[in-house]
């Protein structure tokens, strides 16, 4: 399938996979790489050493183009930037802060800038930037969040960006829901929940069992009323942190609160106590698969929506 995602990055899906923190390492984004996609190492809350690392490391297990995702409020975002630059990545995912100083920076070095927008304002300011593409990523997705939903944003900013290829994420997660980004007419799309579901990826089993096991209704939203959203499965720390929101906790309670949090869920296994970031195509989610086999399924899921769209058609 070609689309100008597959054509800008060299790849043969338009599926890029999203930079989940503590969970896109190496092994994980060349799995994604090797399967036809664009992997992505995340880099939030990592040193520039890690970074480093592991980008060398993915060299040596795929020939495939893959990236880094930028936490742009990171206290060492510099250094993480100027890592990566040096190490020559295909391209770069931007996030949490303002992406337009960095573009410049990230072209010197040959590498292509997809930043994450959350509404048309910022998307129009992005392109006119000279980003090569962008994502835009609904509050259905797993982790932090906006206020506009995929539907919305597909609406909203798909018809208003004409130069360089949208990408669309959040609850992105079979090849039904590819399709209909597509017929959107985006160029391709984003997703992290599909792809913490793989062998590859190092989530705890135990934070991939709850998620295989949860329905449409067992996730939550922390901190939305805050600005401070977060999605991630509905356990005993989403509905204390609720309980300090609603109460009127400051910020910085809330936050302490939420220290550690996603390590000891996503990694430790700690289901309850712990974060366990994911969207909210909770049903699609119920087994994990190599990303082979993952990439083979949802291009074949993608493939038969669009055929069957095509009925439609008098």
């Not at 520039?48 to 020939?63: G, Y």
């Not at 920076?105 to 129009?124: D, M, R, S």
């Not at 960006?161 to 959107?184: C, E, F, Q, T, Y």
Request: aromatic residues 4%; charged residues 20%.
């Amino acid at each position: 399938m070609q689309t100008k995602l597959t054509q800008l990055l060299g790849i043969k899906h338009p599926v890029i996979q999203g930079g989940m923190a503590w969970c896109s390492d190496a092994v994980l984004a060349a799995g994604v790489s090797n399967a036809g996609g664009a992997g992505i190492i995340g880099t939030g809350g990592r040193t520039a050493e890690w970074v480093r690392d592991e980008i060398r490391k993915a060299k040596t297990l795929t020939d495939k183009p893959f990236g880094c995702n930028v936490m742009l409020m990171a206290p060492n975002v510099a250094e993480v930037v100027e890592t990566i630059c040096a190490e020559k990545v295909a391209f770069v995912t931007l996030g949490a802060g303002n992406p337009v100083p960095h573009i410049p920076t990230f072209h010197a070095a040959g590498i292509k800038v997809i930043p994450v927008v959350p509404n048309v304002k910022l998307a129009q300011r992005i392109e006119a930037a000279g980003a090569d593409a962008m994502v835009v990523e609904g509050m259905e997705a797993g982790g932090h969040i906006g206020k506009q939903t995929t539907m919305s944003l597909m609406e909203n900013v798909l018809p208003n960006v004409k130069s360089i290829p949208v990408l669309v994420a959040g609850s992105i997660s079979d090849g039904r829901a590819i399709a209909a980004a597509l017929l959107m007419g985006a160029e391709g799309v984003q997703m992290g929940s599909r792809f913490l579901m793989s062998t590859e990826c190092p989530a705890h089993p135990r934070a991939k069992a709850a998620i295989a096991a949860a329905t449409d209704t067992d996730s939550a939203a922390t901190g939305y009323s805050r600005n401070l959203g977060v999605r991630c499965l509905e356990n005993a720390f989403t509905k204390k942190y609720t309980e300090l929101e609603v109460s009127g906790a400051p910020n910085e309670e809330l936050m302490r609160f939420a220290t550690g949090t996603n390590r000891a869920g996503i990694i430790e296994g700690d289901i309850e106590n712990g974060e366990v970031m994911v969207g909210q195509a909770l049903n699609v989610l119920n087994e994990v698969l190599p990303c082979q086999q993952i990439m083979d399924k949802l291009m074949e899921e993608c493939q038969a929506a669009l055929k069957r769209a095509t009925s439609f058609i008098d």
